[in-house]
């Protein structure tokens, strides 16, 4: 009985432990923050509103906010590109 008890005290301490240990937060996409990545990792190129900025025009970006260049793409070219980019 005193076994069982002391068992059982041990793994639930084991499984506060872990879940204090474990990082969950990026299992869901929705915790994803899209524009923090923007911001991190695109703007340099594509500005914050995604007009372009002076060292995106040296490397030639488009103006994400023209409807026509967006019509003359795909959403598939789109994520391929953005993989890419
Ligand atoms: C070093 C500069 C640079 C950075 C940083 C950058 N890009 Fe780009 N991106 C470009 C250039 C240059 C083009 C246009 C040339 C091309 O389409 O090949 C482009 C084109 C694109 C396009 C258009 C594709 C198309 O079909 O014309 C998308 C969408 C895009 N980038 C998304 C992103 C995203 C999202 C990020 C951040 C994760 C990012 N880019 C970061 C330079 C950059």
Do not use: P
Request: aromatic share 10%; glycine share 4%; hydrophobic share 40%.
């Amino acid at each position: 009985m005193r076994i069982t008890l002391r068992c059982m005290v041990i793994v639930s301490l084991l499984f506060l432990v872990s879940m204090f240990c474990l990082d969950f937060s990026n299992v869901y996409a929705n915790d994803i923050d899209a524009l923090e990545i923007y911001a991190d990792k695109c703007v340099l190129c594509h500005g914050e509103d995604g007009k372009d900025t002076s060292t995106g025009i040296d490397f030639g970006v488009k103006d994400f906010t023209d409807k026509e260049w967006q019509a003359s793409r795909t959403d598939d070219e789109f994520m391929h590109r953005i993989d890419n980019c």
